[in-house]
């Protein structure tokens, strides 16, 4: 069974500040690999799709890298702001059966002014 | 362009009451799935469709009914709802192509007292 491990838990940064959050899977087996934000008491927003043969992919001040062999994937975010505050979700979607998603916990970030 | 729209936002039931929580998606999107989010505990998947008029058990099936009789709607429904069934229910929406993002809508806060 596919399990999504994010760390850390809670993160708190002041503003400007580059940071990383992790992000590992059990296996390997994977089609592609998605980064999600969901501010409090909203959805899911996508943020990146990495697929399986991807080693990176970039939107703005987000950079997500994926090490499928290794079971990891980072999301870099440069230069942080207080709007960069939400909780980051991790989902890997299976390369068999039908296509469910698999979520990590989350990370949740808070960017101080 | 709605996308993934949930209706209702927020319910609160009785134990014993029955309910129905509807998801829609405008994006003409093969496969849907119905997720519930607690707290220490992620998003897990309750059920999923891959078409119209087809259904399948996720990882926590129990207690939930869910059908599929227009490719654009999912229903879940509870029959006969208990505390532990107090959660916020995400419904989320993925074409065939598995090289795509996952839409979730923002989300049905569900209390059962």
């Known amino acids: 069974k596919q399990e999504v491990t994010q760390i850390p838990a809670a993160l708190s940064v002041p503003e400007g500040e580059n940071l990383v959050l992790n992000c590992s899977f059990t296996d390997s087996a994977i089609y592609n690999l998605q980064w999600f934000r969901q501010d409090p008491g909203k959805g899911l927003t996508s943020l990146l799709l990495?697929?399986?043969?991807?080693r990176e992919q970039t939107s703005g001040r987000l950079n997500a890298s994926l090490d499928k062999s290794s079971g990891r994937s980072t999301l870099y975010i440069a230069a942080s702001q207080p709007g960069d505050s939400a909780t980051y979700l991790c989902a890997v979607k299976p390369d068999s059966g039908y296509s469910t998603l698999t979520f990590g916990k989350g990370t949740m970030l808070l960017v101080s002014p | 362009n709605a996308g993934v729209t949930q209706t209702p936002k927020f319910r609160v039931l009785k134990t014993g009451q029955s309910m129905t929580l509807l998801c829609a998606q405008d994006?003409?999107?093969?496969?849907m799935y119905w997720y519930r989010q607690d707290p220490g505990m992620g998003l897990r998947l309750i059920h999923y469709?891959?078409?119209?008029?087809?259904?399948a058990k996720g990882e926590v099936p129990d207690g939930y009914n869910v059908s599929r009789l227009k490719k654009q709607n999912f229903l879940l429904g509870l029959e006969s709802a208990a505390p532990s069934q107090t959660s916020v229910y995400f419904c989320a929406s993925n074409t065939r192509d598995t090289t795509t993002e996952a839409f979730f809508g923002q989300g049905t806060r569900l209390t059962v007292v």
């Open positions: 994006m003409n999107h093969e496969y």
């Open positions: 469709s891959v078409g119209e008029g087809t259904t």
């Open positions: 990495i697929q399986s043969s991807q």
